[in-house]
């Protein structure tokens, strides 16, 4: 597609495709937080473990991490505008299977997929503003998507608690619909139909296959050390491990492989990547721990356990474009390392926590948490980015999203587990419920407590990164929490 460099303001055709691919990032970044805060709500309904509802988390993971490598390349197989009209409407429509769910299994089933639209929704939105833009108007435009993606982050612990407390957890689902619609009417109108980028390339059916299982067993592993099978659990890690094995040796004798393993053979771009897993491992597990210390330790509502969390996603929308700007000066190295040692004592603050404590110092913590996180995310994102070559920055794209999401799926099963076994058996075994809030409020410190060691060793990770100039073209990012 031409481009011009001399457009510096969007016509009302851009900004309208924006609006499409943003209202994707609004419903992806809102149904990453909205769920959290009906966890409990969910649980206490079809009257289920802890660990067993962490599965509505888990089994959308799985599926977004496994699918969103394979959906980038299938939109560059057969066209952005059907693809991602396409993936929409499976979110949508899996939305509305996931409200209408009469049972746990069948809610899990209808997160899978919901997870396989949201993965080409997340896959599709950065590549389909480069694609359609001019080259002078990307950066505002991809600036509109960040902004919406943070929008809908930052209000999904309030509408989910709103809507939970006010009608039921179904209806954290039901938000979807009219969104979904909208934007795929406005889309069959608005995007343009344009020759797939590369109709001629194939698909690596064995690499999705490969770490599917190696993401599938990994997480089931994890969450079943939890439980009464532990045996199981340690036999599903083995095989994640061989899995993972197997996937690598296919990438590397792959010729159109998912990732480009050679890239990791540069120091800087390895440990920055494993960062990106570090910090989005820690942010996720605070977000599925804390419901369950606000609502039941603390025993607030859930609608106000849900503007409670808000603290955390609005210290990352005031931190995260400052930091990118910043990094432009200064380089990515001081502010990556800053941000994580905020985060690092903010989860230490966070581990200090009881049954006594006030929301006020709560709030405090929280906010500080997003606000290290959003001053580390940001330039870190522009790091990696900047480790890679131009014809492998759309790979790179991926890799960076496919490492932010399997950092979800890790924090929530890690921090689990280390609660778990803080509490003993019973929050395995019995809804949280009925568990001695105290008893629950020293296991979760020790969740916190686990995360903060998380952030230490991203700080030790950055140490081992030499320090670059400025590139001066650095990009503003955002975490999916």
């Not at 994707?24 to 990453?32: I, Q």
């Not at 899996?94 to 997160?111: A, H, Q, T």
């Amino acid at each position: 597609m031409a481009e011009s460099p001399t457009p510096t303001k969007m016509s009302p055709k851009d900004l309208l495709i924006v609006i499409v691919v943003a209202l994707g990032s609004f419903m992806a970044g809102l149904d990453a937080t909205i769920v959290n805060i009906a966890l409990p709500a969910i649980a206490k309904s079809f009257d289920v473990s802890t660990v067993a509802v962490s599965w509505v988390l888990n089994a959308y993971l799985i599926i977004l991490v496994s699918l969103l490598l394979a959906a980038s390349r299938l939109g560059d197989m057969k066209g952005y505008r059907n693809v991602f009209l396409g993936g929409f409407a499976l979110f949508t429509t899996g939305s509305l299977l996931c409200g209408l769910s009469p049972s746990l299994d069948i809610l899990i089933v209808s997160r899978m997929v919901q997870a396989v639209g949201g993965a080409v929704i997340s896959a599709l939105g950065a590549v389909m503003v480069t694609s359609y833009l001019a080259a002078s108007l990307r950066g505002q435009a991809l600036g509109i998507v960040a902004m919406f993606t943070m929008l809908g982050a930052a209000l999904g612990p309030v509408v989910g608690g709103f809507l939970t407390s006010a009608f039921s957890w179904q209806y954290i689902f039901f938000v979807n619909l009219p969104v979904g619609i909208v934007a795929i009417v406005l889309g069959m109108h608005i995007i343009p139909r344009l020759a797939p980028v590369s109709p001629s390339s194939k698909m690596d059916h064995g690499g999705i296959v490969l770490v599917f299982v190696a993401l599938a067993t990994l997480i089931f592993g994890l969450t079943t050390l939890q439980g009464t099978h532990p045996v199981m659990g340690l036999a599903a890690l083995v095989i994640s491990v061989i899995f993972w094995c197997l996937f690598y040796l296919q990438e590397r004798r792959n010729k159109e492989p998912l990732v480009n393993i050679s890239l990791f053979s540069n120091r800087a771009y390895s440990l920055q990547n494993v960062c990106v897993l570090l910090i989005q491992m820690a942010m996720s597990g605070v977000m599925v721990i804390m419901p369950f210390y606000l609502e039941i330790v603390k025993k607030i509502p859930t609608d106000n356990a849900g503007t409670i969390l808000l603290a955390l996603p609005v210290g990352m929308i005031v931190t995260a474009p400052i930091a990118g700007k910043i990094s432009d000066v200064i380089g990515t190295k001081k502010p990556i390392i800053t941000g994580f040692v905020l985060c690092a004592v903010a989860l230490f603050l966070l581990s200090t926590l009881s049954a006594t404590s006030s929301v006020g110092h709560v709030c405090i913590y929280l906010f500080l948490l997003g606000a290290g996180t959003g001053v580390a995310f940001s330039p870190l994102n522009s790091a990696v980015m900047g480790e890679c070559s131009v014809k492998d920055r759309g790979s790179t794209s991926g890799l960076v999203k496919m490492m932010t999401n399997l950092g979800s799926s890790l924090g929530v099963a890690t921090v689990m587990l280390v609660a778990m076994v803080a509490a003993g058996p019973k929050l395995a075994e019995y809804s949280a419920h009925l568990i001695a809030p105290g008893k629950l409020a020293g296991a979760f410190d020790m969740a916190f407590l686990f995360c903060m060691v998380l952030e230490v060793i991203g700080v030790v990770l950055m140490l081992g990164v030499r320090a670059k100039e400025p590139s001066g073209d650095a990009g503003e990012s955002i975490p999916a929490i």
